[in-house]
């Protein structure tokens, strides 16, 4: 296994430090940080792990939720932090074969920005493929967003 994967608590130096990272683009749903985070953690329900390279280097953090079907499928999330994006598919693809072993699951989708280019190469390079558009899924800044679902089968990675 080259990559860890370690379940975290939000009160987390690294962990913060990415959040201010990414905050901009999700603040803007909530009415502050705090909301965010807690409603983050709701979600995930126990599911969120930070990621660690084989240097050990803190290198993003990985959240499941949205948990189906007596956990047939759940919804699949990541965060890079800023100069480690190079690690998001190889530790991606680990972290999904993990995640179908462990929890027998068939089906794991994400949601993605149609504009956000890079996420959706990386998604395709880990496997996941583009099921459906979601036309003004959310709005963001007083825009409408299309969004599109990516999902991967167990049976295409392991």
């Known amino acids: 296994?080259?990559?860890?994967?370690?379940?975290?608590?939000?009160?987390?130096?690294?962990?913060?430090?990415?959040?201010?990272?990414?905050?901009?683009?999700f603040l803007s749903d909530y009415d502050d940080e705090k909301t965010f985070l807690d409603e983050l953690l709701n979600e995930c329900m126990g599911h969120f792990y930070k990621v660690y390279n084989e240097k050990n280097e803190f290198i993003g953090c990985i959240f499941l939720n949205d948990w189906q079907g007596y956990y047939h499928s759940c919804e699949f999330n990541a965060f890079a932090k800023r100069g480690y994006s190079k690690y998001t598919i190889p530790a991606g693809k680990e972290?999904?074969?993990?995640?179908?072993?462990?929890?027998?699951?068939?089906?794991?989708?994400?949601?993605?920005?149609?504009?956000?280019?890079?996420?959706?190469?990386?998604?395709?390079?880990?496997?996941?493929?583009?099921?459906?558009l979601l036309k003004q899924e959310i709005k963001r800044q007083n825009r409408l967003i299309d969004r599109y679902i990516y999902s991967i089968f167990s049976s295409d990675i392991l």
């Open 95 to 132: 972290f999904l074969k993990n995640i179908f072993e462990q929890y027998k699951l068939t089906k794991v989708k994400t949601t993605v920005d149609i504009e956000n280019k890079a996420a959706i190469y990386a998604l395709k390079k880990t496997g996941f493929k583009e099921e459906a």
């Open 1 to 25: 296994m080259k990559y860890k994967f370690k379940p975290i608590i939000i009160k987390d130096k690294e962990l913060q430090e990415l959040f201010d990272q990414v905050k901009e683009f």
